[in-house]
C-alpha cells in the first residue's frame, strides 16, 4: 500500500514562492521515481517536474528556471519548490511515484497565484 500526502499549497502573489511537500507511506522511497503534475480547471493533468531515485530530474519547458524538485530518501519526502511564481501556474498540484507497473497519487495541494 501506498500513500502519498501533499502538503504547502496556498494562496501567493505574482513573483512569489511556495514549497510544496510530498510524504509517502511506503517500505522502499529510495529507487522509486517521483513527480509533480498539476491541473488547472478545464484542462488536463500535465506533468511539472520528476525526478529519478537517483537525481535525476526533467521540467516542463513552462517552469524550468523557476521550479526545482527535490528529494529527500532518508525521509521519504519529495518537493518542488517553486519560484517567481505567475498566474498560469494556479492548479491543483499532486505527487506521483511510479511502482514497477503501477502509479501512485495523492489527493492534490491547491495552488492559487493571484493578487
Known amino acids: 500500500q501506498v500513500q502519498l500526502l501533499e502538503s504547502g499549497g496556498g494562496l501567493v502573489q505574482p513573483g512569489g514562492s511556495l514549497r510544496l511537500s510530498c510524504a509517502a507511506s511506503?517500505?522502499?522511497?529510495?529507487?522509486?521515481?517521483m513527480g509533480w503534475y498539476r491541473q488547472a480547471p478545464g484542462r488536463q493533468r500535465e506533468l511539472v517536474a520528476s525526478i529519478t531515485g537517483s537525481g535525476s530530474v526533467n521540467y516542463a519547458d513552462s517552469v524550468k528556471g523557476r521550479f526545482t524538485i527535490s528529494r529527500e530518501n532518508a525521509k521519504k519526502m519529495a518537493y518542488l519548490q517553486m519560484n517567481s511564481l505567475k498566474p498560469e501556474d494556479t492548479a491543483v498540484y499532486f505527487c506521483?511515484?511510479?511502482?514497477?507497473?503501477?502509479?501512485?497519487w495523492g489527493q492534490g495541494t491547491q495552488v492559487t497565484v493571484s493578487s
Open positions: 511506503v517500505t522502499i522511497f529510495s529507487i522509486h521515481p
Open positions: 506521483k511515484m511510479s511502482r514497477g507497473t503501477s502509479d501512485y
